[in-house]
């Protein structure tokens, strides 16, 4: 796979998306440093965040329909069995994740890594939502905002976030 | 395009703009395929009245008549992609 100088991968793949969608990529003037760890990730309880739509059934399917977004988010608990969840989401080819959730949202591998003690903890839930947003003011403004504080609350050392 | 842009475009009465968007958010990018899309959508509301069956029209005039603006707006997107699915030619990558 082709990268840019700087070890983009894909370059041209931001010129592609804000040539078809202007003005939908989030730009920060400032720079937000990552946090470090303050624990080995062996002793470190683990959020996951996805955008990969998943959902536990039953739930109000992701409003993949309208034009500007959906900016809510869904809990989907660690130790859910991938039968009771769903995917709504029309971005992403699905039929992979369909055969086996875990190539696009991989609890399953999570709880090994947990088991085996690579990690040191999963939070309760994890959670999902929908990448195709195009109000970045109100994706930061709310959906960020809620995982951030979703994440928080349930006292997350370690989050792993997957676009999908 | 961001809402800002939309919003622009809005204030600018620059329609092109804006079935620009329509046309990338039905064909997923691409605006050749919602143009199509758009027309396939069409074709499948026509098709099940070609017959003049019954329908439920108090059905629909009443939620013409009681829902508001954004909610028939919201309708309209929704019949269009679950004509198109039910179509059986659908070019999404993923599903509704």
Not at chain 1, 61 to 70: A, K, T
Not at chain 2, 38 to 56: G, N, S, T
Request: glycine share 8%.
């Amino acid at each position: 796979m082709a990268t840019s100088s700087d070890g983009q991968l894909r370059p041209g793949l931001w010129d592609t998306v804000n040539e078809r969608y202007p003005g939908s990529m989030i730009s920060k003037e400032d720079l937000v440093p990552l946090a470090s760890l303050g624990r080995p990730l062996s002793e470190a309880r683990l959020a996951f965040v996805s955008t990969a739509g998943v959902q536990p059934k039953g739930t109000l399917p992701f409003d993949v329909v309208h034009p500007v977004g959906d900016y809510s988010f869904r809990r989907v608990p660690s130790d859910s069995d991938p039968a009771d969840l769903e995917i709504h989401q029309l971005k992403y080819p699905t039929d992979g994740a369909h055969r086996d959730l875990n190539v696009i949202f991989p609890i399953e591998r999570l709880r090994e890594l947990r088991d085996e003690g690579v990690i040191g903890g999963l939070t309760d839930n994890f959670f999902s939502f929908i990448g195709y947003n195009m109000d970045p003011g109100l994706l930061e403004r709310t959906l960020a905002e809620g995982i951030a504080e979703a994440v928080c609350a349930e006292q997350a050392e370690v989050a792993l976030l997957s676009p999908a | 395009m961001s809402l800002a842009y939309l919003k622009a475009a809005v204030a600018d009465g620059d329609t092109e703009t804006l079935v620009r968007y329509v046309r990338l958010h039905v064909g997923d990018g691409d605006e050749s395929s919602g143009r199509r899309e758009i027309d396939k959508a069409w074709v499948q509301a026509l098709l099940p009245l070609l017959d003049v069956p019954e329908v439920d029209r108090e059905f629909v005039l009443d939620t013409l008549k009681t829902k508001d603006r954004a909610t028939l707006a919201h309708l309209f997107f929704s019949l269009h992609f679950h004509l198109v699915r039910e179509s059986g030619d659908w070019i999404h990558d993923g599903d509704l």
